[in-house]
């Protein structure tokens, strides 16, 4: 199985930036992670601050599904949101923190009604999770 988990803006920031929201986990540490816990999934990572590049990763990958966190652009683009909707491959969205109980504007996923599900709220465990979820569908 191929995945390419794409990570938005400010996650080469993760286990520096607000470590009471989104742990201490760094973006490095978490790859990591997943790429001891899934020795049968060949992974490609991207991150990235612009929303171009995030696109552009999603459109041209050759994969067998996808796990995104848009981070920011999650609530604001439609760009990226038309990217998902462009393409076959499965996304599975993935966020650190809750976002619904954060502030207001945090409330409403722009990308999520194009992805095959959401994970929310249960920190870096989200990716694995994402992960689970990918293999029990390739599996079945």
């Given at each position: 199985?191929?995945?390419l988990?794409?990570?938005?803006?400010?996650?080469?920031?993760?286990g520096?930036?607000?470590?009471?929201i989104?742990?201490?986990?760094?973006?490095?540490?978490?790859?990591?992670?997943?790429?001891?816990?899934?020795?049968n999934?060949?992974?490609?990572?991207?991150?990235?601050?612009?929303?171009?590049?995030?696109?552009?990763?999603?459109?041209?990958?050759?994969?067998?599904?996808?796990v995104?966190?848009?981070?920011?652009?999650?609530h604001?683009?439609?760009?990226?949101?038309?990217?998902?909707?462009s393409?076959?491959?499965?996304?599975?969205?993935?966020?650190?923190?809750?976002?619904?109980?954060?502030e207001?504007?945090?409330?409403?996923?722009?990308t999520?009604?194009e992805?095959v599900?959401?994970?929310?709220?249960?920190?870096?465990?989200g990716?694995?999770?994402?992960?689970?979820?990918?293999?029990?569908?390739?599996?079945?």
């Amino acid at each position: 199985m191929r995945l390419l988990v794409v990570n938005g803006p400010n996650l080469n920031l993760l286990g520096k930036r607000e470590p009471e929201i989104y742990g201490s986990t760094t973006l490095d540490d978490l790859q990591l992670s997943l790429v001891s816990s899934f020795e049968n999934v060949s992974f490609s990572f991207v991150q990235s601050n612009h929303e171009g590049e995030l696109i552009d990763a999603i459109q041209k990958a050759k994969v067998d599904g996808i796990v995104l966190n848009g981070a920011g652009f999650t609530h604001t683009s439609v760009a990226l949101r038309d990217a998902i909707a462009s393409i076959t491959t499965p996304v599975v969205e993935v966020h650190i923190s809750n976002i619904a109980a954060r502030e207001s504007f945090r409330h409403e996923s722009i990308t999520a009604a194009e992805c095959v599900g959401s994970i929310a709220g249960l920190g870096v465990k989200g990716y694995h999770l994402a992960v689970e979820y990918f293999l029990s569908q390739h599996a079945g």
